[in-house]
């Protein structure tokens, strides 16, 4: 049924992405029958491989080079829906200024070529932007640690489809050579069906860390059998943090590692955040570390706490950073951080990760793929 409810939300929101490049943007080109023909044909192929696309990321069975194509779709029409909703005002705009027609159809015909050119080249780079994962090198306080640390933060990986064995090797020689204290993931880890995902998976087995690697559920693993995945992660020597905590370093001179459930499990019905249940084991005179998926969790924590003083710093993900601008915008209605470090209240910090791999089409804009280097001190 989860499939059918997104696969109808899915067509409708392209569908109406789809008949407004069209009516509002395509016809109304300055440009010959032919060329509007031949755009057409182009949008309404990519529209269908927008419809293929939901399949291939459920039952993925087909060949990484289709599923490519297949993913492509829904970053193009987003992109292109943007740029041809502000040609559109743009137009609008010059239709009623009191130049004479053969100027206005001049200056139309211009904005035609250069809307068309930006779109062709906005989409080019955001494809190439995905191909890159940035290091963030980010310096944080913390009251009473006592040693310097360094964390390693992975989040939002979406193994399946196109981030694949291959992709996770290449991640893990880059993780190991920042010499990490301690590498953490946090959450959505898996998106897709387990047995599709071990052997990318197994490859986080070589993740080289003193103190060694922790993983946190996201909303994504929910989808694909949670207590599987929980399981075989924990197989890999990778510890899941389920609503409890671990001390890294030595005594009185390290921090406490907690992890929680991601807040899907409210309407999961199970693997369901209990903050307090997590920080019953935390050592008091050490600073606490959290990891919860979804920013939006710090809002769960000032009701469920009487003040969030006993944790110090927050590492999220879940954003994406917007993942294609503009959508940084629409991800701000729903989550109170997109991204980076944020001074949430007088005793806690926030980091949100934008996301080490992507979600759906391989392309990024305005929000690099990154691996989190956090120097604590």
């Known amino acids: 049924m989860s499939f059918i409810i997104f696969f109808i939300v899915?067509?409708?929101?392209?569908?109406?992405?789809?008949?407004?490049?069209k009516r509002r943007f395509i016809n109304k080109l300055d440009f010959s029958y032919k060329t509007r023909k031949y755009l057409s044909f182009l949008l309404y192929l990519t529209f269908f491989g927008v419809l293929l696309y939901p399949f291939a990321r459920y039952f993925p069975i087909v060949p990484n080079w289709l599923y490519f194509l297949l993913s492509l779709p829904i970053g193009v029409i987003f992109l292109t829906f943007t740029i041809a909703i502000i040609h559109d005002i743009i137009s609008i705009g010059l239709k009623k200024t009191k130049y004479k027609k053969n100027r206005r159809?001049?200056?139309?015909?211009?904005?035609?070529?250069?809307?068309?050119?930006?779109?062709?080249?906005t989409n080019a780079k955001a494809m190439d932007n995905a191909r890159n994962i940035e290091i963030e090198a980010v310096n944080i306080k913390l009251n009473n640690l006592k040693k310097a640390y360094k964390i390693v933060q992975l989040s939002d990986i979406h193994i399946g489809g196109l981030i694949n064995q291959k992709f996770i090797k290449e991640l893990v020689n880059k993780v190991n050579i920042l010499e990490a204290d301690v590498v953490v993931i946090t959450g959505d880890l898996v998106d897709t069906n387990l047995n599709f995902a071990k052997s990318a998976l197994d490859e986080l087995r070589n993740i080289k860390s003193t103190y060694g690697t922790y993983f946190i559920v996201g909303n994504h693993e929910y989808f694909h059998d949670v207590s599987q995945i929980i399981s075989y992660v924990n197989s890999l020597g990778i510890k899941v943090l389920e609503n409890d905590s671990i001390y890294i370093g030595e005594d009185n001179f390290g921090f406490n590692l907690a992890g929680v459930y991601d807040r899907f499990g409210y309407r999961f019905g199970s693997y369901i955040p209990d903050i307090n249940k997590t920080l019953k084991t935390c050592k008091k005179d050490s600073p606490t570390i959290l990891l919860a998926?979804?920013?939006?969790?710090?809002?769960?924590?000032?009701?469920?706490?009487?003040?969030?003083?006993?944790?110090?710093?927050?590492?999220?993900?879940?954003?994406?950073?917007?993942?294609?601008?503009?959508?940084?915008?629409?991800?701000?209605?729903?989550?109170?951080?997109?991204?980076?470090?944020?001074?949430?209240?007088?005793?806690?910090?926030?980091?949100?990760?934008?996301?080490?791999?992507?979600?759906?089409?391989?392309?990024?804009?305005?929000?690099?793929?990154?691996?989190?280097?956090?120097?604590?001190?």
């Not at 899915?10 to 490049?21: E, K, L, M, P, V």
């Not at 139309?108 to 050119?117: A, E, G, N, P, Y």
Request: net charge neutral; hydrophobic share 40%.
């Open 10 to 21: 899915f067509f409708i929101a392209f569908s109406f992405q789809t008949y407004i490049i």
């Open 105 to 121: 159809d001049f200056f139309k015909k211009s904005l035609d070529i250069t809307t068309t050119s930006i779109i062709l080249a």
């Open 293 to 377: 998926h979804q920013p939006k969790y710090i809002k769960d924590l000032e009701q469920e706490l009487e003040n969030t003083k006993d944790i110090d710093l927050i590492l999220s993900g879940h954003t994406h950073g917007g993942q294609i601008f503009p959508f940084n915008f629409l991800v701000k209605l729903e989550q109170p951080y997109v991204k980076g470090l944020h001074q949430h209240n007088t005793y806690t910090q926030i980091y949100v990760n934008k996301g080490t791999g992507f979600w759906g089409p391989p392309m990024r804009l305005g929000a690099s793929s990154e691996i989190t280097v956090l120097s604590l001190s």
